[in-house]
């Protein structure tokens, strides 16, 4: 190819912001111009020009809603592309295409360019590879736009809870339509309104890279909330919400079946521990040849996923890791706070390798979860290998961790609604990580420690994936099972069984410290209640008095107390045994979402392994 490097330039809009609006008063999402100029300028022009005219018949005499165009000619080509959101009749297609086009104009000096709307997106470039790589080419600036609204929702908490599920069921739907595109509703009952969302992939691009694309918009947009309005723009997809209606009802599109059998092709990672190793390995060796095939197609900037380091630049970001640089120490070794030149603060976690083939499966295991995109997961920035050292790069979380703010110096700290956030939070994370990602993964030790908080208190779940690279007997809370006693399941902690349920039990425990302030081991002292967290919640359960658990240092009304307690009753059927009557993850979410109380589900004593000597106590 000619031009090797395609350089795209801002030029009227910073990314995230932009107030130009139409004659429409439709807002101008995104729009960058080529900044190469080509051997013959004025004749690459009159291609465009003639391409845009092809485009433009195609959509008004063919009623298209996306069109491809290219006038092909030796060293001034034009491949250009019009995509209307599918909601628009062919008339405002048109009108929305015309506008672009007439902006698109001030690009006259450059190889390319292109424009989106909320209505529409016209790209134009010198070579065709975008058609189905909307990335490909592109240069290092791929920073997506997002734009909001002005107005907030008048019940905050209820709208950021409502449609973030929304967003994460279009996140999860879109790429699975047949055109990439999803338009959908959903009423906030106690607002009195109803949600509008689409999204849209580039037509022709490859599934993976629109659920790529779909994740970032997830990722993104929740910055928007509680703002009523919110748009995201990226070069393969876009998405919208807005309170005010932007289609027709009758346009929307059912994305039920869509959502339904998350779970069917799953594999179970961390049953390789346990057994099933062929079956593991057969499903890690497909899952990498697809990897290999897939990065093999990208350029050389990948647009997701991790990233590998210089071990020489993390020994100079973390003073050659030194002490006053570490931030934590875990199971899994030291963590260290890293300062690179640009103010870019990081966290890595250096650890040390004590098995032959370690390392390779470490390296499948970073694959794996650099892979995994959520908001209350600890995102994986990179990776480094050094000798028997390994080291993650982490996103750093200056809050540090929730056990701090719960029983440590930060006690009383946060407040209901805080903490609240914060169980909602790792509900979700764990949702994901069970459920959204073609891999079950196990996370096998949830515990405060493990969850850390963002600037503004969301929580971020650390360590996931990594269970089985958990050296042996490290402390003496710790054993041969990948897990922490006091949160740990009893049929995982006895007997190894290992399912989801072993997440589901340690959320509950974890739900339990984060109302009560206390630790789920520790014991009244210098009382005779000598009773674990649980056991003592279980017991004011019995007498209807489990209002007593939450922390004195949480002031709270009437109505936020019978909430609470509801939760405490999720909290102790996430604790149930045997495993198969506590609650999937999702159903935690939904259950927490929509103020779910027990129904007729009955509770009983739950078990509880005992940190000293591993006695299991049924009371
Ligand atoms: C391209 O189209 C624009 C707008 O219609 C026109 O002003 C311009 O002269 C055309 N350029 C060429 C080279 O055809
Ligand atoms: C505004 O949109 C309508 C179609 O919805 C179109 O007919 C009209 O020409 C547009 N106005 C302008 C100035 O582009
Ligand atoms: C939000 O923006 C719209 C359009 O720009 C304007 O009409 C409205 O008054 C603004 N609302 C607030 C609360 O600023
Ligand atoms: C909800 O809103 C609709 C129209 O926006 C209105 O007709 C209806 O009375 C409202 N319902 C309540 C309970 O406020
Ligand atoms: C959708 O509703 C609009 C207005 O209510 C109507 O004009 C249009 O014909 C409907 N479209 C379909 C496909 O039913």
Redo the contacts with the bound molecule.
Sequence with gaps: MAILVVLLVLLFTKPGFSQKTDSNNTNVIAMRCGRNTLVNQ?NF??N??STFRDLRTQLLDQRLLYARAQAISSGDSVFAAVQCRNYLSTDQCVACFDESVSEL?ICNSGNGGFISFDNCYVRYEDYAGFYNDPYVMADADQTPTLTCGNESASQPTVFNQVIDAFLSDITKATPKTSNFYVASTRQITSENKTVYMIAQCVEGMAQDSCQTCMNSAYDTLNDCFPNTQGRFFHLACFARYSDTPFFNVNQTIDITNLLKGHSSSVAVIAAAVAGGTVLFLLVLLSWLLYRSWKKSKKTEQEFEGAVHYNYKDLQLATDDFSEENIIGKGGFGEVFKAVFDDNNVVAVKKLLLTHNGAKEEFENEVMLISNIHHRNLLRLLGWSVEGSYLLLVLEYMPNGSLDKFLWGTKRGTLNWDQRYEIIFGIARGLAHLHNEFHIKIIHRDIKSANILLSDDFKPKIADFGLARFQPEDQSQVRTKFAGTLGYTAPEYALRGVLSEKVDTYSFGIVTLEIISGKRSTEVKSGSQDTDYLIEHTWKLYEKKTHVKVIDDTLNLNQYEQEHVMKIIEIALLCTQSPASSRPTMSEVVLMLQEGQSLGKRKLTRPTFVNNQDRRIHIG
Excluded: D, F, V
């Design positions: 004025q022009i009159k465009r020009n104009l």
